[in-house]
Nanobody
Framework: QVQLVESGGGLVQSGGSLRLSCAAS????????IAWFRQAPGKEREGVSC????????YYADSVKDRFTISRDNPKNVVYLQMNSLKPEDTAVYHC??????????????????WGQGTQVTVSS
């Protein structure tokens, strides 16, 4: 069974840090680009960051640039999102998604084949 499972979310104060993990089962992440999306209450889901299958290319939304870092450990079949200097506006459910495209578009959710259920991140002011 193909599955993506996120973990690492929680409650943190403004300025704090969290590291999210996205673990795959039922398939190998090596051949997939992985992205993180987030959805805040009452808002549309937005792309946060993406990493190519070889980790040679990364992309960040302007709102998280210089604060978030995406990385991957292919032997462990895991992708990470290190989030530093968190702000209340980062509060959302964070989902990871896998795409068979070499460089998928963060603005096109249709580019992604598999999705996780999400992990809640709450940043208090």
């Amino acid at each position: 069974q193909v599955q993506l499972v996120e973990s690492g979310g929680g409650l943190v104060q403004s300025g704090g840090s969290l590291r999210l993990s996205c673990a795959a089962s039922g398939f190998t992440l090596d051949d997939y680009a992985i992205a993180w999306f987030r959805q805040a209450p009452g808002k549309e889901r937005e792309g946060v960051s993406c990493i190519s299958s070889t980790a040679g290319t990364t992309y960040y939304a302007d709102s998280v640039k210089d604060r978030f870092t995406i990385s991957r450990d292919n032997p462990k079949n895991v992708v990470y999102l290190q989030m530093n200097s968190l702000k209340p506006e980062d509060t959302a459910v964070y989902h990871c998604a896998a795409s068979s495209m070499v460089v998928p578009n963060l603005r096109s959710q249709n580019d992604y084949d598999y999705w996780g259920q999400g992990t809640q991140v709450t940043v208090s002011s």
